[in-house]
């Protein structure tokens, strides 16, 4: 293309919103490097870098930030503005789920914490809705589906667990997932829940009667991950943890068995930039196995071992000191100064300016991290007793976040170099943390039905 007609391209691709901007470059290679060379897209208004970790403590308590410095200057996690409800800063805000920079909060709502848009979700309109507090089925299953750089539009989907009520002789009979999987799917679209059935390839999990502990799991089964047009669910089995892999192309789904060997429901399913990973708690302190979903040309589906990790080490080395890393926990000052002031694309660009200035890079080349080659594998016998957790993984980079619950202590754990950075101290004020996802701040500013 001559220079005559790429200026011409230009001039009309400037004109496109962000989000057509960046579905053209996928028309063909001129248009593409159009748009590049040109710097013509604003990738720094989408979810593309991780610069914090967002999370609740005991799930009644507003979400908390941990972050790069220049983040907690600008974005709050306190959801005072949900209904213009005050009480929401101290009593409440759930996260459910987690993607792309926006959370869904408790089961009803849809939030972005740096622009401070919300909407909210249609009652569910299944039978058990009602008595969703004690029934069980519907505790922990929803699932938030988002991309902004292909829609404005999100998902919700809500993944219905085994009914308690059903007679012992059927529940023994009757294999579970179900060979045709009803589920309810909310779409900003619409602005209402439907049905959506999708069918099993392969064999059940089990029956009915082998899914019972699922109503009494720990919090931490239900992480989802989402990876190249399928939604990862935990499934819990008394005989061993799944995975359902939702195909959304083809309303289809099956069932994937878990690596075996780690302490119950102590794991947890996310993506990073290879894929859909599982972190395994293996003796429910610090010690750690890595897995990734491979599937082979065939179809054949299994977990290959990426790392093992003990982070015994990790608490003997680095101090438990505030201040001491280059993430802090955003101060309650910070939190609520931040809500006095609107939000738009000035401030946007302030804090993406603010960003691009400090020194926090994710370069795996860093000289502060610390190969963990040379550390034991396991934990040494009458050792204190820190309990580490999986807070996440980074979507872009081979990366994940863990934390020592002990000494509030974070690291992130290169999964390709297998060093560490300690990156600081997180509190949580002696209270376990109850959920946590590696947070993409989003700054596109159109939320559907946003209040």
Same mark, same amino acid.
């Given at each position: 293309m001559d220079m005559e007609h790429t200026d011409l391209l230009e001039d009309i691709l400037r004109g496109l919103p962000q989000r057509a901007l960046a579905i053209s470059r996928s028309v063909c290679k001129a248009w593409r490097a159009t748009v590049d060379h040109r710097r013509l897209l604003r990738a720094d208004l989408l979810p593309l870098s991780v610069d914090a970790v967002i999370y609740n403590i005991d799930k009644i308590d507003a979400p908390k930030l941990f972050a790069r410095r220049s983040t907690t200057r600008y974005i709050t996690s306190r959801v005072d503005y949900l209904d213009n409800r005050p009480d929401y800063a101290e009593v409440t805000g759930e996260i459910a789920d987690y993607y792309n920079g926006l959370l869904l909060i408790e089961t009803d709502k849809v939030a972005n914490p740096a622009t401070r848009q919300w909407a909210s979700l249609p009652p569910l309109p299944c039978a058990c809705f009602r008595r969703e507090a004690t029934c069980g089925r519907c505790y922990s299953n929803r699932y938030l589906?988002?991309?902004?750089?292909?829609?404005?539009?999100?998902?919700?989907?809500?993944?219905?667990?085994?009914?308690?009520?059903?007679?012992? *002789?059927?529940?023994?009979?009757? %294999?579970?997932?179900?060979?045709?999987?009803?589920m309810h799917v909310f779409s900003s679209v619409t602005n209402c829940w439907r049905e959506r059935s999708f069918r099993r390839e392969g064999d059940a999990a089990g029956t009915m009667a082998d899914m019972n502990s699922d109503f009494?799991? *720990?919090? !931490?089964?239900?992480?989802?991950?989402?990876?190249?047009?399928s939604l990862y669910v935990p499934l819990r089995h008394d005989k061993g943890d799944f995975v359902m892999r939702i195909k959304l192309w083809n309303d289809n789904y099956q069932v994937i068995e878990l690596p075996k060997g780690g302490r119950g429901s102590l794991f947890r399913l996310g993506k990073s930039k290879k894929g859909v990973y599982c972190v395994q708690d293996i003796d429910g302190r610090c010690t750690f196995k890595i897995w990734l979903l491979s599937e082979s040309h065939a179809g054949a589906i299994h977990w290959v071992l990426n790392n093992e990790i003990c982070f015994e080490t990790a608490w003997r080395t680095y101090p438990c000191k505030h201040d001491s890393g280059p993430w802090i926990s955003q101060s309650l000052r910070q939190?609520?100064? @931040? @809500?006095? %002031?609107?939000?738009?694309? %000035?401030?946007?660009? !302030?804090?993406? *300016?603010?960003?691009? !200035?400090?020194?926090f890079e994710w370069d795996s080349d860093d000289e502060n991290l610390v190969t963990t080659v040379d550390w034991p594998k396991k934990g040494s016998p009458g050792a204190p007793a820190h309990l580490f957790w999986c807070l996440g993984f980074h979507p872009y980079k081979e990366i994940a976040l863990f934390h020592d619950d002990y000494r509030s202590a974070t690291f992130a754990y290169y999964l390709n170099s297998s060093k560490v950075r300690y990156l600081g101290i997180m509190e949580h004020d002696y209270s376990d943390v109850a959920i946590s996802f590696a947070y993409t701040p989003c700054w596109t500013m159109d939320l559907p039905g946003r209040k």
């Open positions: 589906i988002y991309d902004p750089t292909v829609s404005p539009h999100y998902e919700v989907f809500y993944v219905p667990r085994v009914p308690r009520d059903v007679p012992a *002789d059927v529940a023994c009979s009757t %294999e579970w997932p179900p060979l045709l999987y009803v009494n799991s *720990d919090g !931490k089964l239900y992480y989802s991950a989402h990876w190249q047009g939190k609520e100064s @931040l @809500l006095e %002031e609107d939000v738009n694309l %000035e401030v946007a660009n !302030k804090y993406n *300016d603010a960003i691009s !200035k400090d020194d």
